[in-house]
């Protein structure tokens, strides 16, 4: 039976583990045993509902979509198709400023079709695009800032593993989920060419119009990244594979030939061929499926704590209570709203953006529904503030992936944080936008599911 003292305990102790440090699955684990102790009393029911949620987890074809999704993406990313597309893309924009962050948010936005994680996206775009912004002159902050904040188009854009698990948590389709973020993410991609094409025009040094090439070489010499015409058949090939692949995979998801789980698991099978045609080899091979191992297993444990928590919310009825106590609080829907976004921008600032999603949306969705909010574009907003608490500081996890990634002491993490700065601000305007207007993310799941 529920009582304001069992939801307060199993609230504070939730937060007060994650804040120690212990890991997320753990504190959902313990603190869902405890909820479900306080609420029957008896240790063989806290067993019998760990037993069986492990179960029926194990069981679930759904949860096979988030590897296989990634395996496509590393597969894809191995291949070298991007780096062909982001040197042609670079060449075709020769006539427009800031040509090169230009380039790397259509990669990004590209990339974003194929892969569903952004850390994964900033790690490739650090090594393929950050070379040649530095050889061009470019400001390394700005370089920088365009790699992390364009990376967020990689959980908005489908197949986004912030989809998968909210579609999971939340009970809805992952196919629908997918449409929905289409538009958003090509709004958002829009926004950060306008504002590059912006800063180019007003501040050209800072996206080397004013530095020669040959001078930024003369600096470094081992920046010289001056690149040969690509072959055409090289490119016919990588263009024709990546595009094939998105079209073949999104496009069966959404016209119902197909599960989202089965598409995942024929995107990585294409993904495969193409990477073998274009020279990947058996250690490729194995570092690929490593890879996405240490990325995926985690994720995996995780989703099987929260269905737990889930199910320990439900029984111990803290999700019925918080609803009723914003029902009864005479806040209006925007202001609920708000104290939303709030926790999500301050618990991005300490965790990262799944575990947030875990820890909050079994609780927040319900809420945000009974204020009458729309269930999918609601749910793109989610993904949207979560997503943006990776460029939040201190610990903003897309930062310090790009950080890693370039091997560049002269550029600091403070560096990165504030050129992100202006990228998490588009991400707040398009959240206000998908608010004002929640069509932007349901006129595509409408027209076609």
């Known amino acids: 039976m529920f009582d304001v003292f069992t939801a307060g305990l199993i609230i504070a102790l939730l937060m007060g583990l994650v804040l120690l440090g212990v890991h997320v699955a753990i504190a959902l684990g313990v603190t869902s045993a405890v909820g479900i102790y306080l609420v029957t009393g008896k240790m063989r029911i806290v067993e019998a509902?760990?037993?069986?949620?492990?179960?029926?987890?194990?069981?679930?074809?759904?949860?096979?979509?988030?590897?296989?999704?990634?395996l496509m993406g590393e597969f894809i990313g191995r291949s070298g198709a991007i780096t062909d597309l982001y040197i042609a893309i670079n060449k075709s924009l020769s006539r427009l400023p800031a040509r090169l962050a230009i380039a790397t948010v259509l990669g990004n936005t590209i990339?974003?079709?194929?892969?569903?994680?952004?850390?994964a996206s900033a790690a490739a775009f650090s090594r393929i695009a950050y070379p040649e912004m530095k050889a061009h002159g470019y400001n390394r902050g700005f370089a920088l800032g365009a790699i992390a904040g364009s990376s967020c188009l990689g959980m908005l854009i489908p197949p986004s593993v912030l989809m998968i698990v909210w579609g999971i948590?939340?009970?809805?389709?992952?196919?629908?989920?997918?449409?929905?973020?289409?538009?958003?993410?090509?709004?958002?991609?829009?926004?950060?060419?306008?504002?590059?094409?912006?800063?180019a025009i007003l501040r050209p040094d800072i996206v080397g119009e004013e530095i020669a090439k040959h001078e930024a070489?003369?600096?470094?010499?081992a920046l010289d990244t001056s690149q040969a015409p690509l072959p055409r058949n090289q490119l016919l090939a990588s263009l024709l594979g990546v595009f094939g692949i998105i079209a073949s995979v999104l496009g069966g998801i959404w016209l119902g030939l197909f599960t989202p789980t089965e598409g995942a698991g024929a995107?990585?099978?294409?993904?495969?061929?193409?990477?073998?045609?274009?020279?990947?080899?058996?250690?490729?091979?194995?570092?690929?499926?490593?890879?996405?191992?240490?990325?995926?297993?985690?994720i995996l444990i995780l989703l099987l704590f929260a269905a737990l928590y889930s199910r320990t919310l439900a029984m111990t009825g803290v999700t019925s209570a918080?609803?009723?106590?914003?029902?009864?609080?005479?806040?209006?829907?925007?202001?609920?709203?708000?104290?939303i976004l709030l926790v999500w921008f301050i618990l991005g600032m300490i965790i990262d953006s799944i575990s947030i999603m875990l820890l909050t949306v079994p609780i927040v969705e319900p809420v945000a529904l009974a204020f009458g909010?729309?269930?999918?574009?609601?749910?793109?907003?989610?993904?949207?503030?979560?997503e943006a608490g990776l460029l939040t500081?201190?610990?903003?996890?897309?930062?310090?992936?790009?950080?890693?990634?370039?091997?560049?002491?002269?550029?600091?993490?403070?560096?990165?944080?504030l050129a992100s700065v202006p990228y998490w601000i588009i991400m707040l305007i398009t959240v206000a936008l998908i608010v004002a207007f929640p069509s932007i993310a349901n006129i595509l799941p409408d027209l076609m599911m």
């Open 49 to 70: 509902t760990l037993a069986s949620t492990s179960a029926e987890a194990l069981r679930d074809f759904t949860f096979a979509v988030i590897p296989l999704f990634m």
């Open 111 to 119: 990339f974003s079709f194929v892969t569903g994680v952004s850390i």
């Open 169 to 199: 948590l939340t009970e809805q389709s992952i196919g629908r989920l997918f449409l929905a973020g289409v538009l958003p993410g090509l709004l958002l991609a829009v926004m950060f060419i306008v504002y590059i094409i912006g800063v």
């Open 217 to 221: 070489r003369k600096l470094d010499p």
């Open 267 to 298: 995107g990585a099978a294409l993904a495969l061929l193409l990477a073998v045609a274009k020279g990947m080899r058996w250690p490729d091979f194995v570092s690929a499926i490593y890879a996405v191992g240490k990325t995926a297993a985690p």
């Open 322 to 339: 918080i609803r009723d106590f914003f029902l009864n609080s005479g806040l209006t829907p925007f202001m609920v709203l708000g104290i």
């Open 373 to 386: 909010f729309d269930q999918v574009s609601f749910a793109i907003v989610g993904i949207i503030a979560i």
């Open 393 to 417: 500081p201190p610990f903003g996890l897309l930062v310090y992936t790009v950080k890693a990634a370039i091997q560049d002491n002269e550029v600091g993490v403070q560096h990165i944080f």
